[in-house]
């Protein structure tokens, strides 16, 4: 049987499983669906606000490329694994070869819990920017505005992303690669409207030492706490990049192409991220009147241009935003059909059933889409709520997706010369590389879990539930349930990756 599978049948076969999937992505493709997620239309225009009023300029000219730099080595280190063990469980069955079925389970729920924060708040964020897309250019569709109009409007995102990842087919992989290059394209011609039109624009010391607190919180916890929680417009818009190692048993000679697929994702991102957001900074024409947190960018094109353009760069965002969540829900569904293939979440059975004719696990893009929903159920709360609800729910999506990658990292690190590296790999420098992944993760997951306005504080006198961040609430309560669920129950039969190949089969990979 060996001989009748091609190269990346058989090393699929060695990790254990059978070809179920099917293998009809390119290397391009694959990194199209990182690059998608990534999405620097999505991520760099609902997130801006939150780096704009938590530091100010400096927080985004200074502290994209810096952090964006940390970001590139966790990609390069995860690249490296992803080409030992290029499966579709990707993150949570790199923890479990080298940890052990619990670590391998907690990995994998952090990955889980990540992965369906990070589609519910993409899907949210292109709803509101289609409602401001709209409102533009009708100002009676703008005076009707409301949280149920737009929670309305991001249901339908993600029905129609579910439908398209169901149905889709081969149509899905084209789709990532139009994304990709309409996010070339389109934040090409954002820049342009922004340099051409405006009729001025900022000074470079504006852009690169202006310092702005409109947190609540005093100036002179600028450093250490306002201009970190800046930093989430980094960290969060470039995520989700593990896509490239979800979808490795879709994709063509895998241990090179997925490999390849996560730092380049990275890398592309992190220059034309930074590229569009100078271009913000610079068209800013009032900065005072620059301080709605979630539709910051909205005022600036406001300021800055007509009303055809502005509805331009708009459309232009919402498009990629919308290629950005069908992206998102087709990886974290085959993170979920991965993950219940080996029996790791209640209903496995029928999450991991993959359509005969399509080959597509429609159950888990289901999953994927319900749960989104009801975990952004607190955006419906209030106006002064919505920006809270949204960064609350982007938090978890790093916290849960950086804390998963730190696991597999470490451990990488900590085998040391024992792990037999695939053909891309970071050779000696992995000494260094991953220890400064796992600390660079430790760091900002203890930032984002704490409030973003002092009336968050739950001691604080001006306390309000709607300016909580529910982030550590939602992380720290589900890691408390899954404790009590492995040691109560899951640790009797979760035993880890589950083989779906004959063990003589793979066996005659390793004489």
């Excluded at 994709?251 to 592309?268: D, N």
């Amino acid at each position: 049987m060996a001989d009748q599978l091609n190269d990346d049948e058989q090393l699929l076969a060695s990790l254990g499983y059978k070809q179920e999937l099917n293998r009809n992505w390119s290397s391009f493709s694959n990194f199209a669906i990182s690059f998608s997620i990534i999405s620097i239309l999505a991520g760099c225009f609902t997130t801006f606000g939150q780096a704009w009023n938590n530091g100010g300029p400096v927080a985004i000219s200074w502290g994209w490329p810096v952090i964006s730099i940390f970001i590139l080595i966790i990609g390069f280190t995860m690249s490296e694994l992803v080409s030992a063990y290029p499966t579709s469980g990707g993150i949570y069955w790199w923890a479990a070869k080298m940890g052990g079925p619990a670590t391998g389970f907690f990995t994998g729920w952090l990955n889980l819990i990540g992965l369906l924060a990070v589609t519910a708040s993409v899907a949210y964020g292109c709803a509101t920017f289609f409602d401001l897309t709209i409102s533009t250019i009708s100002s009676s569709y703008a005076d009707g505005y409301s949280l149920t109009r737009v929670f309305i409007t991001f249901i339908v995102i993600f029905a129609l992303g579910a439908l398209l990842n169901i149905y889709g087919g081969h149509l899905l992989a084209v789709l990532n690669n139009i994304s990709v290059w309409w996010h070339v394209a389109g934040a090409a011609a954002v820049i342009l409207i922004l340099v051409i039109i405006p009729d001025s624009h900022q000074s470079i010391d504006f852009v690169f030492t202006e310092r702005i607190n409109n947190s609540g919180y005093l100036d002179g916890k600028y450093w250490f706490l306002v201009l970190p929680l800046g930093f989430l417009l980094t960290q969060y818009t470039i995520t989700g990049f593990d896509a490239s190692a979800h979808l490795a048993e879709e994709t063509q000679g895998a241990a090179e192409g997925a490999a390849k697929g996560i730092w380049r994702s990275i890398a592309y991102s992190a220059i034309g991220g930074y590229l569009l957001l100078l271009a913000f900074l610079f068209a800013v024409q009032d900065p005072q009147g620059v301080t709605d947190g979630f539709g910051a960018v909205d005022v600036i094109f406001g300021q800055a241009l007509p009303e055809g353009w502005h509805f331009m760069i708009l459309a232009i965002s919402t498009a990629g935003q919308f290629f950005c969540a069908v992206a998102c829900l087709t990886s974290a569904s085959r993170m979920t059909f991965a993950f219940s293939r080996d029996g790791a979440i209640p209903g496995s059975r029928l999450w991991a059933k993959v359509n005969p004719r399509t080959k597509v696990p429609a159950n888990a893009v289901t999953f994927v889409a319900v749960t989104g929903v009801i975990i952004t159920l607190p955006a419906l709360k209030s106006i002064g709520g919505v920006p809270i609800a949204f960064y609350a729910v982007t938090s978890v999506a790093v916290i849960g997706l950086y804390l998963a990658f730190a696991i597999p990292i470490f451990l990488r690190w900590k085998m040391g010369d024992d792990f037999v590296p695939g053909s891309w790999n970071n050779g000696q420098k992995y000494k260094w590389m991953n220890l400064l992944a796992v600390a660079e993760i430790a760091i900002i997951s203890v930032y984002f879990i704490l409030p973003f306005v002092p009336a968050g504080w739950i001691f604080s006198d001006d306390f309000s539930w709607s300016a909580v961040n529910y982030a550590p609430i939602l992380t720290g309560g589900t890691l408390i349930v899954l404790a009590i669920w492995w040691q109560v129950s899951a640790k009797k039969w979760f035993t880890g990756p589950k083989m779906t190949i004959d063990s003589a089969v793979t066996d005659a990979f390793k004489d």
